[in-house]
Antibody, heavy 114, light 113 residues
């Protein structure tokens, strides 16, 4: 059974850093496209970043240069390193599989506030 | 970036009636080499992650009831719920995966009239 479990969210001050993790089971992260998608409170879905099976990465303009997506093949885990956080980065962050997202985690809440 | 728009923003439909949601992309998401439209639809209920309903514009995900159908090509797409059930109350999003920068529509809220 495919499962995705995010962790690492919390309250962080503006300008701070946070690393999110997404532990996968039931499939191999490195063989798939994997994305992070976020949803600000009461708002719609915003795609954040993707990593391809060949290692290529792409980012939304809103996070480019501040966020880094990566994976650990030995732990079958996806990561999102978030630096220079802003209030507008406050959201539930989901990890999802493929380019049309067939599996999603439950999400982890990131709150950027002083 | 490919900009996705949806209409209407919200709609209320009587139980058993048809609900139709439109999605438009700012450029074609039809890939000519395989004749596939890189367009998906999701349903999201409060407090839950989104659920994939339709991909390749018209392929229903396994387990999705057949009252949900997708149609369209190029830049104009439609999600139809043929007979609205109470459990279909949700927000529906379209998403393109044609570009390396993926984008969602703003969402359409569906309620019971």
């Amino acid at each position: 059974e495919v499962q995705l479990v995010e962790s690492g969210g919390g309250l962080i001050q503006p300008g701070g850093s946070l690393r999110l993790s997404c532990a996968a089971s039931g499939f191999t992260v490195s063989n798939n496209y994997m994305s992070w998608v976020r949803q600000a409170p009461g708002k719609g879905l915003e795609w954040v970043s993707v990593i391809y099976s060949d290692g290529r990465t792409y980012y939304a303009d809103s996070v480019k240069g501040r966020f880094t997506i990566s994976r650990d093949n030995s732990n079958n885990t996806l990561y999102l390193q978030m630096n220079s956080l802003r209030a507008e980065d406050t959201a539930v962050y989901y990890c999802a599989r493929l380019l049309y997202f067939d599996y999603w985690g439950r999400g982890t809440l990131v709150t950027v506030s002083s | 970036d490919i900009v996705m728009t949806q209409s209407p923003d919200s709609l209320a439909v009587s139980l058993g009636e048809r609900a139709t949601i439109n999605c438009k992309s700012s450029q074609s998401v039809l890939y000519s080499s395989n004749n596939k439209n890189y367009l998906a639809w999701y349903q999201q209920k409060p407090g839950q992650p989104p659920k994939l309903l339709i991909y390749w514009a018209s392929t229903r995900e396994s387990g999705v009831p057949d009252r949900f159908s997708g149609s369209g090509s190029g830049t104009d797409f439609t999600l139809t719920i043929s007979s609205l059930q109470a459990e279909d109350v949700a927000v529906y999003y379209c998403q393109q995966y044609y570009s390396t920068l993926l984008t969602f529509g703003p969402g359409t809220k569906v309620d019971i009239k």
